[in-house]
């Protein structure tokens, strides 16, 4: 599947060996939408983008790795765009408006996360290609971790584009959750805990069962932003970001559970015109898709 950005976004990365930051530029500005699913989350701006508030539109979506600490990374973001003059005009002052969420990926000794300079390296390094795999956020991510990380599956950030006519809709999603990636097509496991012998064990029925194993919370998440060119609303941009959620449901399992901080972003370019049950049956389908990729490593 070919994939694309939508036109008036940008994708970049910055990453060392352990973590990372994404961040998806709107210089133009964006109609923002979120939803939050998983009780764990980390986010940095997700009130501004509630339907009844008063702003609706932001420059920038980051996520990041280094679990909470990586929020600083959002600083780095804004630095950069107002520097560039993108960002609300308030008076003599330029006021970007950067949203963020961000996955559990603290491993080993030390704390490893992307800070300010990450943030401003990956703007730098935005453009309009689709990388994808182990890189900005999802440098650390893994999933299947319910008998710890010794027998998960790696993991990294997924692309996938649906197109709806002339209209382009591309999930970009982080993939770091606590259950197992399912393949939609065919409804195997892909990625996910392994059993002794290496084979997956089925994180969903092993809950059921009891069997809870090494379980942290807020260890995991599953964070990500669908990108249209379609003309959304507000009100459609969250409506947007949680009909996405019925994506990420079909394609890993368990899924929104108080292990993780599912967090998904909607932003609307506003370039074409579009019918609005269209693009969420595309996203939901951008979303599963960049999901398998994100572990296709």
Not at 60 to 68: D, E, H, K, Q
Not at 237 to 264: C, E
Request: with cysteine; glycine share 14%.
């Amino acid at each position: 599947m070919e994939t694309r950005l939508p036109q008036g976004f940008k994708l970049g990365h910055f990453d060392n060996d352990k973590t990372g930051v994404t961040v998806i530029l709107a210089e133009d500005g964006a109609v923002g939408g979120v939803d939050v699913r998983g009780c764990a989350p980390g986010t940095r701006e997700t009130d501004m983008l509630a339907s009844e508030k008063a702003v609706d539109t932001v420059h920038a979506v980051a996520l990041c790795g280094g679990s909470a600490y990586g929020l600083e990374a959002c600083c780095g973001i804004m630095h950069w765009l107002r520097e560039k003059g993108i960002g609300y005009a308030m008076g003599d002052k330029i006021v970007p408006l950067v949203t963020g969420a961000v996955i559990y990926d603290l491993k080993g000794d030390g704390y490893a996360y992307p800070d300010a300079s990450a943030g401003r390296a990956a703007c730098e390094n935005a453009s309009d290609k689709c990388v994808r795999g182990k890189v900005g956020a999802g440098k650390g991510a893994t999933v299947g971790k319910i008998r710890g990380n010794a027998f998960a599956s790696e993991s990294g950030l997924g692309i996938a584009t649906v197109n709806v006519g002339d209209v382009t809709v591309t999930a970009v999603v982080v993939v770091n959750a606590c259950g197992d990636v399912y393949d939609v097509d065919s409804g195997k496991i892909i990625a996910g805990a392994k059993a002794n012998d290496g084979t997956f064990l089925d994180t969903a029925g092993c809950v059921v069962k009891g069997n809870l194993g090494r379980l942290m919370t807020g260890a995991n998440t599953t964070v990500g932003c669908i990108m249209t060119d379609a003309k959304l609303t507000k009100l459609q941009a969250n409506k947007l970001a949680a009909l996405a959620h019925d994506g990420m449901a079909r394609a890993i399992r368990p899924v929104h559970t108080d292990y993780d901080g599912d967090t998904l972003f909607a932003l609307s370019s506003g370039k074409k015109d579009a019918q609005f049950m269209m693009i969420g049956v595309a996203a939901e389908e951008a979303v599963a898709r960049a999901i398998m990729d994100a572990v296709k490593l």
